[in-house]
Nanobody
Framework: QMSLVESGGGSVQAGDSLRLACTVS???????FGWFRQAPGKEREAIAA????????YHDDSVKGRFAISADKVENTVYLQMDSLKPEDTAIYYC????????????????????WGQGTQVTVSS
């Protein structure tokens, strides 16, 4: 059973940066990882994903150019670099894993992700 632990959240000012980490309990090779977030009163949404077999990445338009997902297969860790943070980025951020390849047609679908972390809070003040 794969376990995921997120870290790196916190309270920052608008325009600041944070790097979230998702530490995985086993090899992350040939696995898809997604970052999701849930703001107060809103549904959880997908914001980025990657498939470690190819290195392909996907980003939602709301974060494209500001956030970047990456994976370190030596450290078994998936990162979300978040720059130019805005108050609307305030949410609980979750890491999730699927033990197969997801692509542009399905990376946003939460039903494909079998393993989830507990989440880390990100708060951005203006």
């Amino acid at each position: 059973q794969m376990s995921l632990v997120e870290s790196g959240g916190g309270s920052v000012q608008a325009g600041d940066s944070l790097r979230l980490a998702c530490t995985v309990s086993e090899t992350i090779y040939r696995t898809s990882f997604g970052w999701f977030r849930q703001a107060p009163g809103k549904e959880r949404e997908a914001i980025a994903a990657t498939y470690t077999g190819s290195g392909r990445t996907y980003h939602d338009d709301s974060v494209k150019g500001r956030f970047a997902i990456s994976a370190d297969k030596v450290e078994n860790t998936v990162y979300l670099q978040m720059d130019s943070l805005k108050p609307e980025d305030t949410a609980i951020y979750y890491c999730a894993a699927a033990p197969y390849q997801l692509d542009s047609s399905n990376w946003r679908a939460q039903r494909y992700y079998e393993y989830w972390g507990q989440g880390t809070q990100v708060t951005v003040s203006s």
